[in-house]
């Protein structure tokens, strides 16, 4: 352990009191001694200061050239509940990181949306001569089944979220999910300005092919935040400061980012092309927009910022929401209208919720680089 406050042997010390300036991290101690006495390693008292705003500048107070540093005395100093006897030890709960199902329970798991997805997607196709109401049972019967699929897919593993923080997020994600099916089709209909409300509309077999692509992508984005948390905990080890750490961290967060937006772009286009799909829309660009987004409204929920990633889905909403109020005819309403006539225009209906989902995903993941690279984000 590095003190930067460490006189030579040779030298003298002037007596120190208790709880004096002469021992300035002993007051930090017991401001953080519920930290301290619970962390399990010197790297969680690191990152719970860093989110109580101790900076490695703040850190040199304390005679500490990072909080790092300033951490491995605390810990050293402070007591553990389970140092204390047999007969007082206190249980601590498992680290998140090191609790759950083995690697192989939560991997298999997340197979489960795709394949449901895909499984009532064929059923909607083979039942496609079949009356309405046999066709509907089953889209109903699909969507139940697609919500318990994941469920059991992100109650285990990377992906699980302590709690209840979710909850607030799922009815922007159920809109995000039924605009797939639906949106685009209204969406023509009201930029046709057509009576018959049929006109435009997709059959939900074919509108269903992005759900699918949407589903078996789960599987990268649960390698992907266990990569993030593996590479993370790693840093957090080798780095000797928050800065250093930050600096390590987040070409991490961009690198897997990015490797699962490719792999997404490659589930939609094999889905496309085995699965066919609406007319116009092999594009992959709105799915991998949406995907994008859901995976970065997770990561922040899981490492501790639901009301961030609960913002950015809620703007995808809504500009969902004002492109269909205002694609329609509406007298009044024409200069509202406009972009969204001309964004259409350009590149048909899927323009609008790849701008939108687009636009809500570039933001979480300029709010993620900067989150999610400190130290306090990984504990």
Do not use: N
Not at 16 to 27: I, L, M
Request: aromatic share 4%; hydrophobic share 50%; glycine share 10%.
């Amino acid at each position: 352990m590095s003190d930067t406050g460490t006189t030579s042997p040779g030298t003298t010390r002037p007596a120190r009191r208790a709880g004096g300036p002469a021992d300035p991290v002993k007051t930090l101690m017991h401001s953080h001694r519920e930290l301290c006495e619970r962390a399990v390693d010197p790297l969680e008292i690191a990152a719970g200061l860093e989110a109580h705003g101790v900076t490695d500048r703040a850190a040199a107070r304390f005679r500490h050239r990072d909080v790092f540093s300033l951490a491995e005395e605390l810990y050293a100093r402070v007591p553990r509940a389970t140092d204390s006897g047999p007969d007082t030890t206190v249980a601590t709960a498992p680290h998140p990181a090191r609790a759950g199902d083995p690697r192989a329970g939560w991997a298999l798991r997340t197979l489960l949306p795709g394949a449901v997805c895909a499984a009532a997607l064929l059923a909607l196709r083979y039942a496609g001569g079949t009356g309405a109401g046999l066709r509907l049972a089953i889209g109903a019967a699909g969507a139940v089944a697609l919500a318990v699929a994941l469920t059991i897919a992100l109650r285990r593993g990377p992906l699980r979220v302590e709690g209840h923080t979710a909850r607030v997020s799922r009815l922007w994600v159920c809109w995000l999910l039924a605009y797939t099916l639906y949106g685009d089709g209204l969406l023509r209909v009201l930029h046709a300005g057509t009576g018959d409300g049929r006109q435009g509309t997709t059959p939900l077999a074919e509108a269903a092919t992005p759900l699918v692509a949407l589903g078996f992508a789960v599987v990268p984005a649960a390698w992907c935040a266990h990569l993030l948390s593996v590479q993370a905990r790693r840093r957090l080890t080798d780095s000797r400061g928050l800065a250093e750490f930050a600096s390590r961290t987040r070409p991490v967060l961009l690198a897997l980012f990015a490797l699962y937006a490719g792999a997404l772009t490659a589930l939609a286009l094999l889905a496309e092309l085995v699965l066919g799909g609406a007319p116009g829309s092999g594009h992959p660009a709105p799915t991998v927009a949406l995907g994008s987004l859901l995976l970065l409204a997770r990561l922040l929920t899981v490492h501790g910022f639901p009301k961030a990633a609960a913002t950015g889905l809620v703007t995808a909403c809504a500009v969902e929401a004002v492109a269909l109020a205002t694609a329609g005819r509406v007298p009044g309403l024409e200069s509202a209208a406009a972009p969204v006539r001309a964004l259409v225009d350009a590149g048909g209906a899927g323009a609008v919720p790849a701008f939108a989902c687009g636009a809500a995903a570039l933001g979480l993941l300029i709010h993620a680089a900067v989150t999610l690279s400190r130290a306090s984000a990984h504990t």
